[in-house]
């Protein structure tokens, strides 16, 4: 028997070739007319086929016979996926969304109709529900009689493999709706029930290459098979766990508690009305909530700047309504949208809530951000991301953030590594941003201004540290806010030296070091009349005694706690030495 896909001779009565793997065409033995794969006889000469499926056997056999045509139906590419995805999936757990289909009055319609004809019925039902799964990379699981039963999620896993589920399970109606018309003179009536669930299932797989049965173990599997018996012929019925996943984009008609069979406690099944029009975010912190991923619902802060915040206006008076700005006065274009629409309706309804706020920055702030993050961090951001994390540095600066709090910024814009000529030797090229005005004056005081008044009093500093990682954050704040020459010891005899060597302005020392120690440090610059008077900030990660705390009184200006402090703090304490 030739293989009509590459050609192969097999062996007489195979089903499969032994070359590609594919379905092989059935013919009549005695008049070489093809046959179809669950034909009893030769409809031209009448001649018994090879394989007549009266059997269990048989049947069994046909089953499995027909699932590998409709997986032989797949997409060229998606089957090559299956195929390199499955030979992994073993014993796996997985989430995934389970669908049932099955044909309404079965039993009755094979009865009445001739058992070539109830076939070829089956066989274009099982195509239609084939071809809406594997358009949507579902999996064709197991055909059960004249059900199928299929998976979104395994092998192949997408993040919105519910909602794909769903959208499969409509056009499987739409499709069986339409194939109902081509078969009056059989079934006066015929029509499908489909039933989803999604929740975690073992999955395993038996076969081999794309001629696969997968298997699912476990009770979500069957909660779909017990939802697709009580759905309404030419509906769809989900879960309440696929509901929470798909509501967004669906329209759903809650039926409230009803009871399955097989199952102790009642169930809120959902019926899928249809596809909303405009979907709404699926992405949603309440469904995350919902789900228990998370605890609570994040805060929110919503930064604009301050030529053009309508929205930050109007939340700070308290506002419904935001007042349209007309005329922007920034230079960040991106940012300059004078009406908010209905978002600020739905922002500011999320913040009072759940927690946020709403602020606004200069230009200014924003272009000095710009400078922070490519000093810092090494990265080039456009004007609205810098105008992010201005919003950010001034909350923190505000206490709005605390320490202990994650912050996510969320950027407008693309960021990549900065280059050496980006910002040149003065970290500036011809930045013009506007004066201020005498409604929106930039405040002098504050983390920036403190910094540029702090170049020309305290340019070298030491910082003495034997942990490399603590050394380089505390020389990027400091670089990253001014003109410091900043050196850097290991152990605190290395740092004396170094002191002894030329006097720094400033000494960032830590107390716990190897060889000598930031006690033993601070003894030496004590015997020293001059070397007394330079400033020393503590940064340590130790707890400390109260009997240490007096052993520091008089020697330090400042004791900053490692890991609790911003570095608004460093500054700060800066500040006060020259106050």
């Known amino acids: 028997m030739n293989c009509k896909k590459c050609g192969f001779e097999n062996d007489e009565g195979a089903r499969f070739c032994e070359n590609c793997g594919s379905l092989l065409a059935r ?143 409509l056009d499987i109606q739409y499709s069986i709706e339409n194939y109902a018309h081509d078969l009056r003179r059989y079934a006066e009536d015929f029509q499908m029930r489909v039933g989803l669930n999604t929740g975690t299932v073992v999955v395993g797989s038996v076969g081999s290459d794309m001629h696969l049965e997968y298997l699912a173990l476990g009770d979500a599997v069957n909660l779909a098979a017990r939802l697709q018996s009580s759905a309404k012929p030419g509906t769809v019925l989900i879960s309440e766990s696929t509901a929470r996943l798909v509501k967004a984009a669906f329209n759903l008609n809650c039926l409230g508690e009803i009871s399955l069979k097989g199952k102790a406690d009642a169930v809120v099944p959902y019926e899928v009305i249809q596809a909303r029009a405009v979907p709404e975010s699926t992405r949603g912190f309440e469904e995350l909530y919902e789900m228990g991923l998370i605890d609570r619902l994040p805060k929110i ?35 300059a949208t004078g009406n908010p629409g209905m978002a600020y309706g739905q922002l500011r309804q999320i913040i009072l809530k759940h927690g946020g706020a709403m602020e606004s920055v200069s230009d200014q702030e924003s272009f000095r951000a710009m400078h922070v993050l490519a000093k810092m961090d090494g990265f080039s951001v456009e004007p609205a991301t810098a105008a992010a994390f201005a919003g950010l540095f001034k909350l923190i600066g505000q206490q709005v953030i605390k320490r202990d709090e994650i912050v996510v910024v969320n950027c407008s814009g693309h960021t990549f590594p900065v280059e050496k000529e980006l910002l040149g030797d003065e970290w500036a090229r011809d930045v013009e941003v506007p004066q201020p005005t005498s409604s929106a004056s930039v405040p002098q005081e504050g983390l920036l201004s403190a910094l540029e008044r702090l170049d020309d009093r305290m ?52 107390l716990m070091m190897p060889e000598m120690d930031g006690f033993a440090v601070l003894d030496a610059l004590k015997t020293d009349k001059e070397l007394s008077k330079i400033p020393v900030i503590v940064v340590t990660a130790k707890e400390l005694t109260a009997i240490e705390k007096q052993r520091l009184s008089g020697k330090v200006q400042s004791l900053l706690q490692k890991g609790a402090f911003s570095n608004q703090d460093i500054i700060d304490k800066m500040m006060e030495m020259l106050n």
């Open 27 to 169: 013919v009549c033995s005695s008049c070489g007319s093809p046959l179809k794969q669950e034909s009893r006889f030769c409809k031209d000469c009448g001649t018994p086929a090879a394989f007549p499926p009266t059997s269990k056997y048989d049947k069994d056999r046909l089953s499995i016979d027909r699932l590998a045509s409709l997986q032989q139906s797949a997409p060229l590419e998606l089957q090559e996926r299956i195929r390199s995805i499955s030979r992994n999936i073993e014993g796996e757990r997985k989430p995934v969304t389970i669908l049932f289909t099955d044909i309404v009055g079965s039993t009755s319609l094979a009865e009445r109709l001739d058992p070539e004809e109830w076939a070829e019925i089956v066989s274009g039902a099982h195509q239609r529900v084939s071809q809406a799964v594997y358009h949507y990379e579902g999996t064709i699981a197991q055909l059960l009689g004249d059900g199928v039963l299929a998976f979104f999620g395994a092998p192949i896993t997408h993040e919105d493999d519910p909602i794909r589920a769903v959208n499969a399970a």
């Open 301 to 335: 802060a919503v930064i604009q700047v301050e030529g053009c915040a309508p929205m930050v206006t109007a939340f700070k008076a308290g506002k419904e309504t935001p007042d349209i700005v007309t005329e922007p006065n920034t230079h960040i274009a991106t940012l």
């Open 459 to 510: 340019r070298d500093v030491l910082i003495m540290d034997d942990t490399p990682e603590a050394s380089r954050l505390l020389r990027r704040i400091l670089q990253a806010y001014g003109s410091f020459n900043v050196r850097e010891a290991e152990n605190g005899r290395i740092g004396l030296d170094m002191v002894y060597q030329r006097p720094p302005d400033l000494i960032l020392l830590d």
